[in-house]
């Protein structure tokens, strides 16, 4: 069978994180003698949630070649080691959800299960003691990881804060100094052609066309494409996670420069604080059902730790995904293929697995169905496990308000329940092998939440008890004198990657 001619024209539609992000990736292409143009209109804003990342996001400035403290210095940014989440379980509560692995195992069995052994007997610190990332952030210290595995920076991972419209402007001009083409336009119209209603062309204000073999959806959560002229549908996920709106509001920075997020539970959501270089980002994440957008905007202001630099800024969203991401010769990429609050930071990540799914699966001009089935499966598979990792956040909690009761009650997703049971009996916790969130990040959020296992694994019964107790108290040590011997966040930033164009 011969194979159909190479793919010579991608067309992206949107700008923004989305469409930039893809720019740059899709701008190798180039080199091969494949036309990338984007669309987009100064006249459309974009939306900025999603200043806050986790650890893929490095992976994907590498991949393109960036150096991390020009990146950091062009977009505010800061550096992230994990998310302290304040009130979520019950009033007065807090935990750290920080990034990289706990402890070490030892002899073939999980560190987390030694550490619930010793715990229970009075012989073992808090679980992020044993965390370098954990470490780090409880002290606002900072140095980058290194790869010596007998170094305890080896066991530190990061992602970063920044400011969403300033990284896309980076990426803007980094894909176009490599060949991707800008149009500037309003798109009115969107030409199907008559034989297999593929997508040939979009049509801009004044009459314009911009043709293409391949178009990327960015153009946000109406989904210009993949909904507005293929109808894919939408599956709606309000039932789990019932936030369907959002305040959003910058403030001036107040108090040290936090490497973390904070999650603040409130009376029907829940509030972001993301530090940057030249101010802190701040929302109120809430359901409709339960508070008045203009009692959301009071609380947020009335919770801000600095003085508020502009007005509120609503935003409204169905949290769910596209039930087919890539439909005939259309592939959406970021929020025009669905939704997941940003309560874990996984907005962005989803650009980027997106895209790194396209890019492994990059069809020709024949589209056949192997690649966009392969496509759809695994998008629906990793929305999916985020949805089921948030919800938890939501189902395990004390509070008394009627927003989180419901919560309490509702019926999980398949699965989820059965995830839970494993790890309430004897804290164990099995993973797909494509899922995003690992081991830890699963017993930070499940103990945070207040699930503690009745037992532990029984193969810690035949260790060496007093000696396994040894080697953790000196794991602890050994990651406290590392972090301890880190600069403080603010001051490693301040001179190695202080901000520019703060205009």
């Known amino acids: 069978m011969n194979a159909a001619p190479p793919i010579r024209s991608v067309v992206i539609v949107g700008g923004g994180t989305a469409g930039w992000m893809a720019a740059a990736a899709l701008a190798r292409l180039v080199a091969a003698d494949v036309g990338v143009t984007l669309v987009e209109s100064d006249a459309i804003g974009t939306v900025g949630v999603g200043e806050a990342t986790i650890p893929p996001i490095r992976t994907f400035n590498a991949m393109l ?7 950091l210095a062009a977009t505010q940014g800061t550096i992230k080691l994990g998310i302290e989440f304040v009130d979520w379980n019950a009033p007065g509560h807090a935990y750290l959800h920080p990034f990289g692995e706990l402890g070490f195992d030892i002899e073939g069995v999980r560190f987390h299960q030694i550490w619930h052994r010793l715990h229970a007997a009075g012989q073992a610190g808090p679980l992020d003691a044993y965390c370098m990332s954990a470490v780090a952030a409880r002290l606002n210290r900072f140095l980058p990881s290194n790869n010596d595995p007998n170094s305890a920076l080896s066991r530190l991972v990061y992602a970063y804060h920044f400011d969403a419209g ?14 991707v083409r800008r149009v500037e336009g309003r798109i009115v119209d969107t030409a199907l052609r008559g034989t297999d209603g593929h997508v040939e062309a979009v049509v801009l204000e004044g009459g314009a066309r911009v043709e293409g073999e391949l178009f990327l959806d960015c ?10 002229a293929l109808h894919a549908g939408y599956e709606d996920w309000t039932h789990w996670l019932p936030c369907d709106r959002a305040v959003a509001v910058p403030s001036a920075n107040a108090g040290p420069l936090n490497p973390y997020t904070r999650a603040t539970a409130r009376p029907a ?4 604080r993301i530090p940057l270089q030249h101010r802190t980002g701040n929302g109120y994440v809430y359901s409709s059902a339960h508070l008045s957008d203009d009692e959301a905007a009071a609380t947020l202001l009335a919770n801000l730790d600095g003085e508020a630099l502009a007005d509120p800024r609503p935003l409204r969203f169905v949290t769910g995904r596209r039930k087919q991401a890539w439909v005939r010769n259309v592939v959406a990429i970021g929020l025009s293929s669905g939704f997941i609050e940003p309560l874990e930071s996984t907005s962005i990540h989803l650009i980027q697995s997106g895209i790194t799914r396209l890019l492994a699966l990059f069809p020709d001009s024949g589209f056949g169905d192997v690649e966009r089935d392969a496509y759809n499966a695994l ?3 990793q929305f999916e496990r985020v949805r089921d990792f948030v919800i938890v956040h939501y189902h395990a909690n004390a509070r008394p308000e009627p927003f989180w009761r419901d919560l309490r009650a509702m019926a999980l997703p398949d699965g989820l329940a059965e995830r839970i049971a494993l790890f309430r009996n004897r804290g164990r916790v099995f993973r797909h092998e494509d899922e995003l969130f690992a081991e830890a990040s699963w017993i930070a959020v499940l103990r945070g939440q207040g699930i503690e296992p009745a037992g532990w694994d029984p193969l810690v019964e035949a260790l060496d008890l007093p000696r396994v107790g040894q080697m953790v108290e000196r794991i602890g040590a ?13 001051a490693w930033l301040a001179q190695h990657a202080p901000a520019r164009n703060l205009a």
């Open 65 to 71: 070649g960036i150096d991390e403290r020009d990146f």
């Open 166 to 179: 300033l990284y896309a402007r980076f990426l803007r001009s980094y894909a176009e100094a490599r060949g």
């Open 219 to 228: 153009s946000g959560f109406g989904g210009l494409l993949i909904e507005g």
């Open 269 to 272: 959501g829940w509030q972001w």
């Open 379 to 381: 998008s629906r598979s």
């Open 478 to 490: 050994t990651f406290r004198r590392a972090a301890e011997a880190m600069p403080d966040h603010g």
